[in-house]
C-alpha cells in the first residue's frame, strides 16, 4: 500500500503562483508513473501532468510552459510549480501514482484563483 499526501493549495490572485507538493510514504519514484489531476467543480476529474521512472514529463495543453512537475526522490516528494495562474486553474489537485496493475490517490489540495 502506499499513502500519497498532497499540500500546498489555496487561494491565489490571477498571476499568481503556488507549489504544491504530495509525500509518499515509501519510495516509489523508480517504480510507479507520478502525475496530478485535477478536478474543477461540475467537471469531470483531468490529467495535468506526469513524470515517468526516467524523469520524462508530459502536460496538459492548458498547462504547458505554465506549470512544471519535479521529484525529490530522496525525500519521497513530488511536486507542481504552478505560475501564471488562471481562474480556471480552480481546481482540487491530486496526486497520482501508476505502475501497470496498481495505481494510488492521493485525497486532494484545493486551489482557487480569485481576485
Known amino acids: 500500500q502506499v499513502q500519497l499526501v498532497e499540500s500546498g493549495g489555496g487561494l491565489v490572485q490571477p498571476g499568481g503562483s503556488l507549489r504544491l507538493s504530495c509525500e509518499a510514504s515509501r519510495n516509489i519514484f523508480n517504480s510507479y508513473t507520478m502525475g496530478w489531476y485535477r478536478q474543477a467543480p461540475g467537471k469531470q476529474r483531468e490529467f495535468v501532468a506526469l513524470?515517468?521512472?526516467?524523469?520524462?514529463?508530459n502536460f496538459a495543453k492548458s498547462v504547458k510552459d505554465r506549470f512544471t512537475i519535479s521529484r525529490d526522490i530522496g525525500k519521497n516528494i513530488l511536486y507542481m510549480q504552478m505560475n501564471n495562474l488562471r481562474p480556471d486553474d480552480t481546481a482540487v489537485y491530486y496526486c497520482h501514482a501508476v505502475r501497470y496493475g496498481s495505481e494510488y490517490w492521493g485525497q486532494g489540495t484545493g486551489v482557487t484563483v480569485s481576485s
Open positions: 513524470i515517468t521512472t526516467l524523469g520524462n514529463t
